[in-house]
Antibody, heavy 124, light 107 residues
Framework: EVELLESGGGLVQPGGSLRLSCAAS????????MNWVRQAPGKGLEWVSG????????NYVDSVEGRFTISRDNSKNTLFVQMNSLRVGDTAVYYC?????????????????WGQGTLVTVSP | DIQMTQSPSSLSASVGDRVTITCRAS??????LNWYQQKPGKAPKFLIY???SLQSGFPSRFSGTGSGTEFTLTISSLQPEDFATYYC?????????FGQGTKVEIK
């Protein structure tokens, strides 16, 4: 069974930093694209960042480019995002989400498994 | 970025009703359209991909159609467990973007 477990959320002041982790199990982690998707309180879903299975390719939404860095440790089946220069607008539940693979193809942005999320609150 | 607009934003329906949700893209996205179901306090679930392919684990009362800029999600006979918020998502270009969601509530 696929399991994704996020950790590292909390309360941080504007301008501060936080590192989120996502521990994966139940599948061959290195074979899958992984992503971070966030959801502000009471709001919709926003894709934040994605990383290829090998870790050599990354993508970011413009609003976090240069502030967030996605990475992964395939030896430990763990996904990370380092979040710097945090803003009040970054307040959200952050989910890690796996990119779907099926019929011999893998897709970056078909999110077929999600963690339970970790809450990041940026407040003075 | 491609903008995704869902309608309605919310709806009230009864068990057994047929429910249709529309999702429109600001430009053509082919069939690169997915749907997710989210219940309160839970992570979203992957419901439909490539506009019409039903993900395993979901019943056949869920269906998706469309291509280009207009898509629909239909629930043929609403069940109690279907009350949730539904999001469409385009994956035609980066960044992938979501609609604002449609909340399906009990009448």
């Amino acid at each position: 069974e696929v399991e994704l477990l996020e950790s590292g959320g909390g309360l941080v002041q504007p301008g501060g930093s936080l590192r989120l982790s996502c521990a994966a199990s139940g599948f061959t982690f290195s074979n899958y694209v992984m992503n971070w998707v966030r959801q502000a309180p009471g709001k919709g879903l926003e894709w934040v960042s994605g990383i290829s299975g090998s870790g050599d390719r990354t993508n970011y939404v413009d609003s976090v480019e240069g502030r967030f860095t996605i990475s992964r440790d395939n030896s430990k089946n763990t996904l990370f995002v380092q979040m710097n220069s945090l803003r009040v607008g970054d307040t959200a539940v952050y989910y890690c989400a796996r990119g779907y693979c099926g019929a011999g193809r893998c897709y970056w942005y078909y999110f077929d498994s999600w963690g339970q999320g970790t809450l990041v609150t940026v407040s003075p | 970025d491609i903008q995704m607009t869902q309608s309605p934003s919310s709806l009230s329906a009864s068990v057994g009703d047929r429910v249709t949700i529309t999702c429109r893209a600001s430009q053509s996205i082919g069939r690169y359209l997915n749907w997710y179901q989210q219940k309160p306090g839970k992570a979203p679930k992957f419901l439909i991909y490539a506009a019409s392919s039903l993900q395993s684990g979901f019943p056949s009362r869920f269906s998706g159609t469309g291509s280009g800029t207009e898509f629909t999600l239909t629930i043929s006979s609403l069940q109690p467990e279907d009350f949730a918020t539904y999001y469409c998502q385009q994956t035609s270009s980066t960044p992938p973007t979501f609609g604002q969601g449609t909340k399906v509530e009990i009448k």
